[in-house]
């Protein structure tokens, strides 16, 4: 099977700047261009394929046509496609939010929690991103602080640089501040459940941005998050994704275990394949863009001027 090329579906959130448009190639009218929605199956914003013989369709359809055969074994267990991938432009900090986990999201929303992870792709000095608490807090304080707009007094933190990784649990509080290019690969959810949003206005209602603080305490874990994850050598390795790093000339595979998501963070270049008939084919690399390569395609080789790919499997 051939590589795909992908469009992804944009959001225009109130924190974003125009960055992903700027200096990511991501061609999206309007003010701002807050998440680029790179790799999705999504409703609330599904990528399109924009090579091949099936360019034009979206990734939905495309993944309806074809079954979970294009997938792959390791994607058998989960009833829809398993994850998101995202370019965030955070020119403005993130409001305060925690994600639930499956058995709470899929009792009270009828979709998956949100695990995720974030790949620092680019960051101003003094960047930081908020990482859970910083200590082991009750209930009723941070009901109390997120009412006192003191909720940051003990929340963790931390500094980011270029090419940090966060690894970020469903039930962590968390926040990416701004000066940042974010790389997020996330469960397949839309699920975000705001605590602290700095009295923000929702440009459509004139209104302040709806909170959830309730449902929030309900799934927020109220003590420090674990930080000595070892992933081996992987970015991150969790049982809902696995990320990796690829940077310079790769020869890879694509099994039929999973899938494999490719997303150019940096440079330029050449992806080499077999097309459906057989035939040698390439597609060309540049920063900002996002390829799919359906599970069981076998062998591909990326070349390239110091390249720099989020790779991500099943």
């Not at 709470?104 to 960051?123: H, P, R, S």
């Not at 009295?199 to 959830?212: Q, S």
Request: a negative charge; one cysteine or more; charged letters at 30%.
């Amino acid at each position: 099977m051939p590589v795909y090329k992908l469009r992804p579906a944009c959001k225009d959130y109130i924190w974003g700047g125009t960055k992903l448009r700027e200096e990511y190639g991501i061609d999206e009218p309007g003010d701002r261009v807050a998440e680029a929605w790179v790799l999705s199956c999504h409703q609330d914003g599904p990528s399109v394929i924009v090579s091949g013989r099936y360019a034009g369709e979206s990734l939905i359809d495309y993944v309806n046509r074809f079954g979970k055969r294009v997938l792959g074994t390791n994607c058998e267990k989960y009833d829809d496609f398993p994850i998101l991938t995202k370019l965030i432009d955070a020119k403005e900090d993130l409001s305060i939010q925690v994600h639930p986990n499956n058995t709470f999201a899929i009792t009270n929303e009828g979709q998956l929690g949100k695990t995720e992870m974030w790949y620092v792709v680019d960051a101003e000095e003094g960047s930081h991103i908020y990482y859970g608490l910083s200590r082991s807090v009750e209930e009723d304080e941070i009901r109390r602080r997120i009412r006192d707009n003191t909720l940051t007094d003990i929340l963790m933190a931390v500094p980011a640089k270029k090419g940090d990784v966060f690894y970020i649990p469903a039930g962590t509080l968390h926040a990416i501040c701004k000066g940042m290019i974010i790389a997020e690969v996330q469960q397949n959810s839309n699920i975000t459940y705001r605590v602290y949003d700095y009295g923000r206005i929702d440009k459509t209602t004139g209104e302040k941005r709806e909170l959830h603080v309730e449902k929030a305490l309900k799934v927020t874990r109220k003590y420090p998050n674990y930080t000595q994850y070892d992933f081996g050598n992987h970015l991150v390795s969790c049982k809902y994704f696995v990320v990796d790093m690829i940077k310079g000339d790769t020869l890879d595979y694509a099994s039929e275990r999973s899938f494999v998501s490719l997303v150019v963070l940096d440079g330029e270049g050449r992806i080499e394949f077999k097309n459906d008939d057989g035939a040698n084919d390439y597609l060309t690399l540049s920063k900002g863009e996002s390829f799919f390569i359906p599970a069981n395609s076998g062998r591909f080789t990326v070349k390239g001027e110091n390249l720099r790919i989020l790779r991500t499997q099943i």
